[in-house]
């Protein structure tokens, strides 16, 4: 190319930017216009590398822009923001570039959409990569969609690696795409979160002839700060304290989901405009949070790291973590949501007791067991037609919930697969890949440590997050508490640390009677229990932790029981109230549970009767995964005495998994004439651990 | 770990692979009509290296490779499917469906050889791929067809399979599926199959017998059209030539005479030569068959002539080297003539 054509060239873009910002005087970032040339002139594969906020999207407009006036067909934008930013489409028009989205939540707009993509009068197509992993959706519609294809841009594209702190299945079939382009077809990759290894990685998978354009991932004005750990009370209060005077709106991450909706009952009970977002969250829900949170009507939303791919708020002006998370790049991505178009924002870190053993969880379950992928995909090899969740759940002792992520997993090795009618397995070969699961386990523990290097360490913190992103340009930032020198203690009341410590005990939970056995068989109504409470979660900062020690030494002390009948009495009371009290019984232990049913039907002032024998010793249930498994072993390990008083029961149980114990014990009593039950627990241990 | 693929943007080899695919292939393909076969073989500028062409406007199609106006803007079209294409590779390889080309290595090297410019561009096949690196025992045969012709089918599958070749059928009802099964059932012998769909392998690949033939390792089913596509008399013929081209020797069980698709088969494998064909003069066979052996198919009258038969034409095996668009020029004589030593 001429030095003439390069001028025109330049001169071409800057008039599409200048469009684009409705700005005469834009002039291009370092790197956009190298990204442009590439991908218009050359027609190469790019991954940019670039802090939020740096201006990707004008590179994939304005490429786009070029690549149309060219006689290319429409650009494909994979992306998991569920719809373009309203400005960013808006700039978009002023160049003449038309976006569509197609997404799971705008099903009715599709048609209309196929047709202006068949009359050729859409630009860019925005589509989820939730959508590309849809069988259906890739069989009947992609294919005349994507039909003229003349750009192929991946947003988020770290997601492809699966060595990367934030592999998303969904991105796997991407890559396989990406492997079966031929060149000649450009393609933009877009990230603010890779270090080296997942560039490399991403390089990998977008071919050798991949132009990496890299820019500084250093963050203005974002002031982080570190402090060292506390126990929960202590860091509920310190949040009380503090939300409300931090300028603006932010984000609490925690690191389970209880510990999100717990933060936002918190915040929301100390009269804070606070709300939950977690993977459990309806999709809805998850929808309104975002767009409170955008448009400034919550001061505070607790999230797990569900609320990341895809959220944009360039005015957020705080990012706290409850708890820390398990990588150094992790930990860059959230708290860099903070500020972005901002002179002056925060990234906290609070540090928890819990986290190690949490991070730990994530680290060791990230990968099936070898036996357990060979258990599933030898059953599913076996039977060869597709099996429901629950068959398979039925036949492998693996508990529902982490079965399913499983098969995820195995989904992504393309060892298994989803159908219409179940899962199945897939006809491609398969072994286990001990190897690549040995050595991403390996990186996880490496950047476990790096991360607790990153909270001890005296050196600047922002540079210490840049040099993990292999940014070569960092250096100190001259804001955080180690460039200042300004260390400090996480500083509460001790009049809002005790009113923490109370809400802590005061977050009873409430239990759902099940409605179905494992065979999703309904039990019958006159059959079930009412619903039930539990004082605390297993080992909490409340009495969770009493509970543990409790159960460890063989007593429960006057305190639980204190507590439980306060809470039956003054919080529950149920209506009709219970006229008499009776317990699960244990062969392995049977004074524990019995000594505090009496103890807490004592202190309502109730009788208390042995109702309920067990015939024979059953495993424990902890040992037993899953739902079919557990209801097999409890069904039949219990016996109800004859003559038992027909009133309404209160059924007492000190520690609750699966709620099967109770279910089985319930229905046995209804069917001996109790009016009702009322299950009760000291503490529930089910689902201890789920990161979103 | 998942297979291995020819196909893809790592190598040259894939490249071209990839070209071809786009050039000649149904899979998202609306409102552009791809070459067919003959189209791309005619152009040795496209079938030589097809790998060139990709990125190229139509007019440097025009001016570089010398391609009139209207195909180059064919071409163009039909490249500019890319990123469609990708995708639908990727479902189909997904759901154990590889594609194949001639550039592939798997892809059955006399195909090119034996049916010239009917050789099929773009294959699709599930299941172990080595299974078309060697020719194999071609049976056909009617759907409909009688006790005798069935254990004839039966017997002749289950000695190729003793005797280490795979059983190459059409994977319809009748004599087809008879033989595939008994190879199948072979399986301490090693046995297997390989069948040309005309119908839907989509479809077959939902049957449950035939995943788990498909898993353990003991058919590969292939077919040149597209994976979802519908059975029609035109794909049926279209089939039966990759049967003839595929096997070292194809038995006729049992045909009617002048009319239905193992006749008229036949007779065109016989006329065209696309590989040599065998056919059944014992109990069980059909109406046609002493026709064909007046048409040049040799006569099997018994397992033993059969088994020398098959010993005969493994040791003198059809030329191997991969047939690259330039050969196919020369059209090289094929060996048609089989001596029976009975
Ligand atoms: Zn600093």
Not at chain 1, 337 to 342: H, I, N, P, T, V
Not at chain 1, 621 to 625: L, R, S
């Given at each position: 190319m001429s030095n003439q054509q390069a001028e025109n060239f330049a001169a071409e873009a800057q008039h599409c930017l200048q469009a684009l910002t409705a700005n005469q005087s834009s002039a291009f970032r370092p790197g956009q216009l190298e990204a442009i040339e590439q991908l218009v002139l050359r027609r190469k594969r790019v991954l940019l590398v670039q802090r939020t906020g740096w201006g990707k999207s004008a590179v994939y407009f304005i490429t786009t822009r070029l690549l149309r006036d060219r006689g290319a067909g429409p650009t494909l934008l994979v992306s998991p923001l569920l719809a373009l930013m309203r400005n960013q489409i808006e700039a978009a028009q002023r160049m003449g570039v038309r976006a569509a989205t197609i997404n799971s939540s705008n099903q009715e707009e599709w048609e209309g959409v196929y047709a202006e993509i068949a009359s050729d009068q859409i630009d860019v197509l925005l589509i989820s990569p939730e959508r590309l992993a849809d069988r259906g959706f890739r069989a009947e519609h992609l294919p005349s969609l994507a039909q003229r294809g003349g750009l192929l841009v991946v947003d988020e594209v770290h997601c492809i690696s699966d060595w990367g702190h934030d592999f998303r299945p969904d991105y796997r079939r991407i890559k396989g795409v990406l492997d079966l382009l031929p060149q000649g077809i450009p393609v933009l990759g877009c990230t603010a979160t890779a270090n080296n290894r997942v560039v490399d990685d991403v390089a990998e998978q977008l071919g050798t002839e991949l132009v990496p354009i890299r820019g500084p991932l250093g963050r203005d004005g974002l002031q982080l700060r570190v402090f060292a750990p506390a126990p929960q009370q202590k860091r509920l209060a310190w949040l009380a304290e503090t939300i409300p005077s931090l300028p603006g709106t932010g984000i609490v991450y925690c690191l389970t989901v209880r510990d999100a909706e717990r933060v936002a009952s918190w915040l929301t009970y100390r009269g804070i405009d606070a709300v939950a977002y977690t993977g459990d969250s309806h999709n809805d829900h998850r929808l309104e949070t975002e767009q409170q949170l955008l448009s400034n009507q919550k001061k505070v939303v607790a999230a797990t790291s569900a609320l990341g791919m895809g959220f944009d708020k360039p005015d957020l002006s705080f990012v706290i973590h409850y708890q820390a998370p398990g990588s150094p790049i992790a930990y860059y991505q959230q708290v860099g949501?903070?500020?972005?178009?901002?002179t002056e924002s925060w990234g906290i870190l609070l540090q928890g007791y819990e986290d190690a053993d949490i991070q730990n969880f994530f680290i060791d379950t990230a990968f099936p067991a070898a036996d357990q992928a060979h258990k599933i995909v030898g059953l599913l090899e076996q039977t060869v037609v597709p099996l429901k969740l629950s068959d398979i759940e039925r036949e492998v002792n693996i508990r529902h919930s982490r079965l399913e992520q499983l098969l995820k997993i195995l989904e992504v090795d393309s060892a298994v697969e989803r159908v219409d009618s179940g899962w199945q397995r897939t006809l491609q070969r398969w072994s286990y890949d001990s190897q690549r699961v040995e050595a991403v386990t390996a990186l996880r523990r490496e950047e476990q440590a790096q991360m607790a290097e990153y909270v001890s360490a005296d050196q600047c913190r922002m540079e210490l997050l840049r040099s993990h992103l292999d940014d070569s340009q960092a250096h100190p930032c001259g804001i955080c508490d180690n460039c200042l020198s300004d260390q400090r203690d996480l500083a509460a009341s001790t009049h809002t640390i005790q009113a923490a410590v109370d809400f802590l005990r005061g977050t009873e939970l409430t239990m759902e009677p099940r409605k179905q056995d494992p065979d999703r068989k309904k039990i019958p109504e006159e059959q079930r229990c009412e619903p039930g409470w539990v004082l605390a979660l297993w080992g909490d900062g409340g009495w969770g932790a009493i509970v543990q020690s409790g159960k460890a030494e063989g007593h429960f002390g006057d305190d639980l029981v204190g507590a439980s009948a306060d809470l039956i009495s003054e919080r529950w009371r149920p209506d009709p109230a219970p006229t008499w009290v009776t317990h699960v019984p244990s062969l392995r232990n049977p004074g524990l549970v019995k000594d505090l049913a009496r103890r807490i039907a004592q202190k309502l002032a109730l009788p208390w009767h042995d109702a309920v024998a067990k015939v024979h010793d059953t495993q424990p249930?902890?040992?037993?995964?899953n739902s079919a498994k557990q209801y097999a072993n409890i069904e039949g390990a219990f016996a109800v005495v004859p003559d038992v008083p027909t009133g309404p029961v209160l059924l007492v149980d000190d520690v609750v998994d699966s709620r099967w114990t109770l279910t089985v014990i319930a229905s046995q009593l209804r069917r001996a004439g109790v009016e009702l039950v009322y299950p009760f627990a000291l503490a529930d241990t089910a689902g201890r651990s789920s990161r979103d | 770990m998942t297979d291995d693929r020819g196909l893809g943007n790592r190598s040259e080899v894939g490249q071209d692979s990839l070209a071809a695919v786009l050039m000649t292939s149904k899979l998202a393909s609306d409102g552009v009509k791809p070459l067919a076969a003959s189209e791309y073989w005619k152009r040795p500028e496209l079938a030589n290296k097809p790998s060139e062409l990709l990125g190229a406007s139509s007019q440097v199609l025009c001016n570089?490779?010398?391609?009139a106006k209207e195909m180059a803007d064919r071409i163009n079209a039909l490249m500019d499917r890319s990123i469609a294409m990708a995708f639908e590779l990727d479902r189909l390889q997904h759901s154990g469906i590889h594609t194949l080309t001639p550039f592939d290595q798997h892809y059955p090297c006399q195909f090119r050889y034996r049916l010239r410019d009917k050789a099929p561009v773009v294959l699709h096949a599930a299941g172990p791929?080595?299974?078309?690196?060697r020719p194999g025992f071609g049976v056909v045969g009617s759907r409909d067809i009688g006790v005798e012709g069935a254990e004839v089918a039966k017997s002749a599958a289950r000695l190729a399979s003793r005797m280490g070749l795979p059983v190459v059928s059409g994977g319809a009802r009748g004599v087809d599926s008879l033989a595939m099964n008994a190879a199948v059932n072979e399986h301490r012998a090693g046995g297997s199959a390989v069948g040309y769909l005309a119908d839907s392998l989509e479809r077959q690949l939902k049957q449950p017998d035939t995943r788990r033939a498909i898993l353990d390792e003991q058919i590969l089913l292939c077919t040149p059209y597209r994976p979802d596509g519908r059975f029609t008399a035109g794909r049926a013929m279209g089939r039966n030539k990759l049967i003839y081209a595929g096997a070292l020797v194809t038995l006729v069980v049992a045909s009617d005479k002048d009319t239905g698709g193992t006749w008229s088969g036949a007779v065109e494998a016989l006329k065209h030569r696309y590989g040599p064909v065998a056919v059944w003069r014992g109990?069980?066979?059909?109406?046609?068959n002493e026709h064909l052996e007046h048409l040049g198919a040799t006569p099997v009258s018994s397992f033993e002539v059969l088994e020398t038969l098959l010993i005969d034409v493994q040791s003198d095996p059809i030329p191997t080297e991969t047939a690259t668009p330039l050969e196919a020029q020369s059209q090289l004589p094929l060996p048609l003539e089989i001596s029976v030593n009975s």
């Open positions: 949501r903070a500020g972005r178009a901002l249930q902890k040992f037993m995964q | 570089v490779h010398g391609l791929l080595e299974l078309l690196d109990p069980g066979e059909g109406p046609g």
